[in-house]
């Protein structure tokens, strides 16, 4: 139940204090496009004809839609939620068929002058959907299967429309909501589960090379790893400390065994060695589950059977799966190639433009490298680098500062939440905000392949701006609002 909302109450519970976050990043942001894009020849960082002049007008238009949004009722937002991503949902798909091809990506529609990307208007609609979700009456994830199948369906349908769009970047967005799911009672198995999955790829494409035992590194040392994963499920999860030492003996046992014979010579099927050992341990811990009836002993196994299937999975996934550039972007990322000139041109141009920034950086519109256009999309993806070689390691610390500061107070808004529309979508934007400053900034400094993820406020274009102020606007006038409820 509501008490009458005034516009006058709105205004005077807003939190003022996230609005001049936004208005200091958007303003830096502005800086940065001028500076990353600045022409000698044309320098006025206000003219429409500049990208900065652009990013501007976009600013503006920003403002007013925030404006909007803090003047509409919350029940909107609350009583719509599923209309308005029902809504994106056909537009998303719409867009597949309609979008002319740019780069590959059919995920822009014309709009007059004006050139949009529904797939960053989807954040705001998929979170007011999973905030609906939860927020039914007596809803919990846990309590059945169904409700886990409702949040995924809601998760997953927009990252395979986008899938559709060829759109990769902006559909691993979406996967950031896993951890609102986290939040809200989803056992950390699974994240446990997805951090094991990005590792054993990694290590196995990574360390290819050379074998041991006779077969590649990569895929000896995940089957380490499950070893390892295996008995800290054991001790950790199942709090059997008796049979995580039996089965760590067993390991260390066979691994001294095989080490002997290898040292004498002697030929080891480096596979059949490593399943054998790994089955033994997991049908020991089959029969002592049916000694013991501890359940927890069947997650232990079936963790273990998963990442061997995953593992044998992921060569036909990175050779087949995987289109050949984003082969190429991952082996970059990796160190398994340069490639200088092609796929790992942008990032090694971006490191040098940081690195020449150092402390202090070379100063404002004195940035040779990015002066020069050796960076490509310097005022998009790219526009952290102008901010390391401009301003150098402080000021590339202090922008990194103001989102972690930014962050936290979307987490302190989250927990201060009286309902649970308001808390999971504070921390759906908490998680949106999350995924794109950390992947944005490492793809820049080389420790993610190169996805096309902007930086949020900070990254020229309309699309990506108008999300997040979306985003955010909607969590203060949502945040606005809880001093008007009574219970």
Known sequence: ?????????????????????YIILVGLGMVSIYAASYDFDHANMLSFAE?????FRWIGLS?????????????VYENYAYVIYAIILVLLLVTI????????SHSWLKVGPMSLQ??????????????KLFSGYNFSLNASRKNYA?????????????????????ALVYLSLFFVLYREGMSGLVLLAALCAVVFFVVEVKFTGSLLLGIPVGEAAVFMMIMVLIVAMLALYCKDIIAARNVLLWFVGSGAVAAALTLASLEIPGLIFFLSVIAVSLVYCILLMFKTKARHLLVTVAAALASIAFMFSVNYTFTSVLQDHQQMRIKVALGIEEDLRGAGYNVNQSKIAIGSGGMWGKGFLNGTQTKLKYVPEQHTDFIYCTIGEEEGFVGAATVLLLFVVLILRVLSIAERQPTVFGRVYAYCVASYLIFHIAINIGMVIGLCPVIGIPLPFFSYGGSSLWGFTFLLFILLRIDASRRERSF
């Open 63 to 75: 403002l007013a839609m925030g404006l909007v949004i803090l003047l509409i009722d919350v029940r």
């Open 1 to 21: 139940m509501y008490q009458k909302e005034t516009t006058a109450s709105v205004f005077r519970y807003v939190d003022w204090f996230t609005v001049i976050q």
């Open 150 to 170: 409702r949040a995924l369906l809601i998760i997953f349908l927009p990252v395979i429309l986008i899938l559709g769009q060829q759109e990769t970047g902006s």
């Open 51 to 55: 990208f900065s002049g652009k990013q």
């Open 97 to 104: 068929f309609i979008a002319p091809d740019i780069k590959g």
């Open 118 to 131: 529904p797939a960053e208007f989807g954040k705001f609609a998929t979170a007011l959907c999973l905030a």
